[in-house]
Antibody, heavy 118, light 108 residues
Framework: QVQLVQSGAEVKKPGASVKVSCKAS????????MHWVRQAPGQGLEWMGW????????KYAQRFQGRVTMTRDTSISTAYMELSRLRSDDTAVYYC???????????WGQGTLVTVSS | SYVLTQPPSVSVAPGKTARITCGGD??????VHWYQQKPGQAPVLLIS???DRPSGIPERFSGSNSGNTATLTISRVEAGDEADFYC???????????FGGGTKLTVL
């Protein structure tokens, strides 16, 4: 069965970086784009970008350009999302989500809470 | 950038029908996906491509999309349907994904 298992919660200081991992299993990792979506406390879903594991091509939402980097290690079927220059308003739960066919997300990770606080 | 507008909240009595709208400029020309998110859980794909139900999603959930409004319809609402619901589209021009602001469904 398809599973996306994310790394654990993180606490970071403003200005630092955070790298969240998402280990995929139960399907061919290279066969599906991986997206990252975040959700601030009490707020809605916000799309951050996608990565094509087959080649590593990425597309980022405008507001994260220059601060986010999405990568992967195909040898261990794991996707990564790194966000730099963290601010307090980056405090959120970060999800990875598998792209089923054309930007519809059929499987989601369990979420990783990133807290940015001095 | 493309904007999707949802009502913040919808309330419905058990057994009745709930309709959650998602407004966007000519949204009928796009494919709309709907997600259900219960507290403390990741979202779940509820409806894809306007009206397709993934395996395991009850027939009580249905979707439609035309003109400037997409609609998620929940028939015979149950207490367990209480959740936040999000619509989502893909803007093919920019290859960006857009979510609506979400609608909290309350079962009275």
């Amino acid at each position: 069965q398809v599973q996306l298992v994310q790394s654990g919660a993180e606490v970071k200081k403003p200005g630092a970086s955070v790298k969240v991992s998402c280990k995929a299993s139960g399907y061919i990792f290279n066969g599906h784009y991986m997206h990252w979506v975040r959700q601030a406390p009490g707020q809605g879903l916000e799309w951050m970008g996608w990565m094509n594991p087959n080649g590593g091509v990425t597309k980022y939402a405008q507001r994260f350009q220059g601060r986010v980097t999405m990568t992967r290690d195909t040898s261990i079927s794991t996707a990564y999302m790194e966000l730099s220059r963290l601010r307090s308003d980056d405090t959120a739960v970060y999800y990875c989500a598998r792209d089923l066919s054309l930007r519809d997300f059929d499987y989601w990770g369990q979420g990783t809470l990133v807290t940015v606080s001095s | 950038s493309y904007v999707l507008t949802q009502p913040p909240s919808v309330s419905v009595a058990p057994g009745k029908t709930a309709r959650i709208t998602c407004g966007g400029d000519n949204i009928g020309s796009k494919s709309v996906h709907w997600y259900q998110q219960k507290p403390g859980q990741a979202p779940v794909l509820l409806i894809s491509y306007d009206s397709d139900r993934p395996s395991g999603i009850p027939e009580r959930f249905s979707g439609s999309n035309s003109g400037n409004t997409a609609t998620l319809t929940i028939s015979r609402v149950e207490a367990g349907d209480e959740a936040d619901f999000y619509c989502q589209v893909w803007d093919g021009y920019s290859d960006h994904v857009v979510f609506g602001g979400g609608t909290k469904l309350t079962v009275l």
